[in-house]
Structure formats: C-alpha cells, structure tokens
C-alpha cells in the first residue's frame, strides 16, 4: 500500500541511532556523567562568537517579515554570491553565485547532487568505510553504489578505485577530512586521483567528483586541497553543521564548479532536484548568518587536545588506530574480529562504541571524540579495563 523501499529505509534501525538512543536510556538510569557516549557526531565546542554576534544584530535590524520569509528557491543571491566570493579569494577558484545553491546541510546537499547527476542503475564509488548515509542517498536516486576499499591508512587505493570504474560510473563521492577515519587526503594524493578519473572519462562523459566537506575547517596541521583546482568535474557539498558547530540549524551549499562539463545544465538538474525533493529556500535567518561567518570555525584546538588525549591513552593501552588528521572521530581496531562483539562488550563498562560494519568495512569502532574532554579523563579507566579483558 505504502511504498516499500521508503518502509524498509524508515523501519531499518541506524547503528549509530540505536546506540546514541540506548546512551540517551542509561544515562537516565545511571546517570549522565557514568555514561561515555561516543556514538554520535554532534559538535561539543559551541559555535564562534561570530554566529550569536550576527544572529542578535539580524533580530535587531531586520523586521522579521524579510527575516523569516520565504528566499529564493536556490538561496539568497547575497548568500551565494558571498559563498562564490569567499570560494574565490580563499582558494582561487573561479566558483560563481549562479551555480550555488543554498541547502539544509550535507546531506541535503549530497541527496539533491545524487538525484541531479544519476539515471536509473548509474554506479557511485565511495571510499570503504564511508558514511552510512552514502547508500541511502544513492540508493534513493536510482543509483547503486559502490565501496572500494581504502588504502593505507585509510587513504585512497587508486588501484582498487580504477578496477571498480565501469561503463556505468557515475560519480564518486569524495569525503576529506573524512568520517569514520580521519584521514585527510593530500595534494599528491587528489592531483593523482584527478589524473585517474581523467583518464577514465576519456571518450564519455565525464566522472562527477562530488567532494563531500562539513569537515573541512577541522584539521590538525593538514592542509585540505580544495579539489575543484584539481579535477573539473566536481560538485562541492559542503556544510556549516561541524565547522560552526550549528548541527541543529540544517545550512550549507552545494558549489558547482564552472569547470564542469555543463556546468549550466548540471546547475538546473540540482534546482530540479531540490525542488523535487522539497530542498528548497534553505533556512532563511541560518543563510543570512553564515554568509557573514564564512573561514571562521568553532576552536578546532579543543578537538585536537581530545585527540591527543585519547588516541595517546588508547595506543598505550594496546588498541591500533591511526592518528587522525582531521574531522572528530577515532577508527580503533577491534580486539576481536566481530566488531558488533565488541561494541557490546565495550557497554558493560559503558563505553558507547560504534560498530564499523554500517561504514561498510568490518572489525573496528568509531569512536566520536566531539565529546567534552572530561568525559574523555573519565572513560580511559574503563577502555584500559575493557582491553584487559581481552589480555586475559
Ligand atoms: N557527510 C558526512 C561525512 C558526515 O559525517 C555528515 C554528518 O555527520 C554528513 C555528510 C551530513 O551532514 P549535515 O549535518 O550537514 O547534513
């Protein structure tokens, strides 16, 4: 009666969902400060002074009628053309208003690319282990999507991503400073990727490189190469939710790059999309603030002492992760190879650790360090207990 994929998708239960949901009961019964929630990614460091500043001079100045109304429906123009702006002065690159379009985060940004770009059975390569949400956006424009295993360190396999290119390849989703891992790709490595995808569009149309950003600002010492000076075929989708630390607020923009082969016509296929998809008019107050908070972010330095707590204290005790570079998340090896296992085991200590296995990669746990950093003091008992146990 109701359709069936869209029943199957709202009923699945989502790793990362079940778990922050079984936190948010234990908490309630034990009491927040005995649980050690890393299960989800909402930013602990409030956001720069610059959003509340501009929020209260917005509600002072502008009569709320203009505030909260309807804008157009890609987005303010002074909005997209202080994105275009900044996209230009900040990297060189000549991003123009008119092929940017305001949206309610990521997400919103990935889904509308996806359902812009893909007809019915075109392939999307993501990079394993990858957002869980790839699927589901792909999955929902038609597509089928693709994992290619990361490399070393997690970086990209370029071997591993020309075997899996087909006549069917679409695009490729791109996501650095990266979730679940932490990795953050370097010149070399996307100048090489872009050579790759070059190669492989030769004689077709050409591969979308879709360079999914909400972490771009958080990095630790990494530079973030802004992929549309590397390959022409991109399409950014960036948002505000963790560099502004405004998860809750649902704003950020997908940027075509002019260089896109119709570039044009891709930009009226994402007006389309947003439209079918009722992405539209983006909210109106959250535009008017990010445009005046473009290059500022929430302290990463609060991010990185977390990091250096967790990932020095961890490795001390015996479990194998690389250092993250960017983003807020610590991709631990799991003591045994059935990661689900372990992430039960971890809850007796309670310690919420999120299996890998939805990330499309098994036997290891994100471990979300976007949490306060005495929670962080506090649990590292309880992951020395935990690898203990494993020792006996
Ligand atoms: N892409 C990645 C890699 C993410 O980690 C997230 C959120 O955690 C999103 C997209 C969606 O972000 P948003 O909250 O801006 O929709």
Request: aromatic share 10%; with cysteine; proline share 6%.
């Amino acid at each position: 009666m109701f359709n069936a994929k869209m029943m199957r998708l709202g009923e699945e239960r989502s790793a990362i969902r079940e778990l922050f949901e079984y936190g948010n009961r234990r908490k309630r019964e034990i009491g927040e400060e005995n649980v050690f929630d890393f299960s989800i990614g909402n930013p602990s460091v409030p956001a720069p002074a610059c959003v509340g500043e501009e929020i209260g001079r917005l509600l002072a100045e502008v009569p709320p009628e203009t505030l909260h109304g309807y804008t157009s429906a890609a987005g303010l123009y002074e909005a997209r053309r202080a994105v275009a702006d900044y996209l230009r002065e900040k990297f060189g690159a000549p991003m123009s208003p008119d092929l940017i379009y305001m949206t309610c985060g990521a997400a919103a940004s990935l889904a509308v690319v996806l359902g812009a770009a893909l007809q019915r059975g075109d392939e999307v390569i993501v990079i394993a282990p990858f957002f869980p949400e790839y699927r589901v956006f792909i999955e929902a424009a038609g597509g089928v999507c693709v994992p290619v295993p990361a490399g070393e360190r997690f970086h990209l396999d370029l071997g591993a991503i020309g075997r899996a290119v087909t006549e069917r390849t679409r695009a490729i989703i791109v996501n650095s400073p990266n979730n679940p891992t932490g990795a953050v790709y370097g010149r070399e490595e996307i100048a090489a990727l872009s050579r790759l995808l070059e190669e492989k569009s030769r004689g077709k149309d050409p591969i979308l490189l879709i360079a999914d950003e909400p972490y771009r600002e958080l990095v630790y010492g990494r530079e973030v190469p802004f992929i549309p000076n590397f390959y022409g075929d991109t399409v950014v989708c960036y948002s505000f939710s963790k560099s502004l630390s405004l998860a809750g607020e649902r704003i950020g923009y997908i940027a075509v790059s002019p260089r896109c082969s119709g570039a044009e016509d891709l930009f009226s296929a994402v007006c389309g999309a947003g439209r079918g998809f009722g992405f539209v008019c983006a909210p109106a107050l959250f535009q008017r603030v990010v445009m005046r908070c473009l290059g500022q972010s929430s302290d990463v330095e609060e991010y990185r002492k977390n990091r250096d707590l967790l990932f020095g204290a961890l490795t001390e005790y015996g479990y194998a992760c690389s250092e993250p570079e960017g983003a807020f998340y610590l991709f631990v090896k799991s003591p045994e190879p059935d990661a689900k296992a372990f992430s039960e085991r971890a809850k007796k200590y309670e310690l919420l650790l999120v299996p890998s296995d939805s990330f499309g990669t098994e036997g290891y746990v994100r471990v979300s360090y976007c949490v306060p950093k005495k929670t962080i003091e506090r649990s590292l008992p309880a992951f020395g207990r935990l690898m203990e146990e494993y020792r006996r």
